[in-house]
């Protein structure tokens, strides 16, 4: 604790305006308010190990330690199971810190263990479908980014038990394998070894999608979720407006990750709803507190036969801010065969079921019409 508070004293008087990245693996209550990243120290590499840190995560979470995480993979001993690294990277990609680990001594110490930590080195195929996992990380780091503009404004947790949002649902109160990942996404992890697919409660109160589907699922239900090796069950409650990045530009770092372009994916909804994409320079200390950033709101007003989006911005900006941003929109699940920009008539591709349309934002409120 007073190592975490010594180096965020200091780095606050001689780099006042900078963000800083502090992981540790210890600290004590409070010891949040000083920006620690910590993480759950040198678990085992085993399944074990992997199924301890969901409860471990969100026990920490809900306890006001927003990024607490785990070794991805495991560090400590085990054996060489190039599944469990998989399944530990897919939970980890939706969570605070993805961060994979082990350890490699090889030549250095022959007698150790060695188990490498990077998704490029794990035998095929699992290296490619860990290499798919990363690049879903890259894919959704704006929604993440969302989790932690709505975690240093409002004190959210980036992830939750079911009941922190439902806490109404008794059978949501109970659910100990699955987890909210913010408010709209809802993300059930494969926690045995050689599974194929689970079960997933679905809360009631609200329908739901497959993320990146179509099709409406109702709520208060459970479901069978397919999971094979390469992927991991997420849902998102309807009405989310979910931002990401189309992974066809070449993205190999968070700097990459701009928001030149981006994609928002509305999943329809009989309700109102809102959402919004979070965007600054990635670097100033106080830019969600000082107002320089540019947020992007989306509002929908569904009608029995149309749906209204208004789009407008908060935020004074930043320097390196673009002047006119290009947005692919996405409609998920949606009767709406025809798109009205600002008006006008806007072409709109469909595609398994998802409509998408294209359109230059330059700040000023618009007004997107579904029919």
Not at 6 to 13: D, G, H, N, R, V
Not at 60 to 82: E, V
Not at 308 to 314: K, L, W
Not at 322 to 329: D, E, G, T, V
């Amino acid at each position: 604790h007073e190592w975490t508070k010594m180096l965020y004293e200091k780095f606050a008087t001689h780099y006042p305006k900078r963000r800083l990245f502090s992981l540790n693996r210890a600290g004590f209550a409070g010891t949040q308010r000083y920006g620690i990243l910590p993480w759950s120290g040198d678990i085992s590499r085993s399944w074990s190990g992997y199924q301890a840190q969901l409860p471990v995560m969100l026990g920490a979470a809900m306890s006001g330690l927003p990024y607490y995480h785990s070794d991805a993979g495991g560090f400590a001993g085990g054996d060489n199971d190039a599944e469990l690294y998989v399944r530990w990277l897919q939970m980890a990609a939706f969570s605070p810190i993805f961060r994979p680990h082990g350890t490699a001594l090889y030549e250095a110490d022959k007698q150790a263990f060695s188990y490498p930590s990077e998704p490029s080195l794990q035998p095929a195929p699992y290296n490619a479908y860990a290499k798919k996992v990363v690049l879903q990380r890259y894919q959704y780091l704006p929604y993440t980014y969302n989790l932690s503009y709505l975690h240093a404004t409002k004190a959210q947790p980036l992830m939750s038990p079911l009941y922190h949002y439902f806490e109404n649902d008794t059978t949501a109160q109970r659910i100990e394998d699955a987890y909210m990942w913010g408010g709209d996404m809802l993300v059930a992890p494969i926690l045995q070894k050689g599974a194929t697919e689970r079960t997933v409660y679905l809360p009631q109160g609200t329908p739901w999608y497959v993320l990146g589907g179509a099709v409406v699922i109702a709520g208060g239900t459970m479901v069978t979720a397919s999971a094979p090796i390469d992927s991991m069950p997420v849902f998102v409650r309807a009405g989310s407006f979910v931002p990401s990045l189309n992974m066809n530009r070449n993205i190999t770092t968070t700097k990459d990750a701009l928001l030149n372009t981006f994609e928002m994916h509305y999943y329809a909804s009989a309700q109102s709803s809102s959402g919004f994409v979070y965007d600054d320079d990635g670097e100033t200390k106080d830019a969600a507190l000082t107002q320089q950033f540019e947020k992007i709101n989306f509002a929908a007003q569904p009608t029995r036969t149309t749906c209204t989006i208004n789009v407008f911005s908060e935020g004074r900006g930043y320097a390196a801010k673009p002047q006119r941003r290009l947005i692919h929109f996405y409609i998920h699940g949606s009767k709406y065969k025809k798109v009205l920009v600002q008006g006008k008539s806007v072409s709109m591709r469909f595609s398994n079921g998802v409509g998408m349309v294209s359109f230059t934002y330059s700040g000023k409120p618009m007004r997107i019409t579904l029919q």
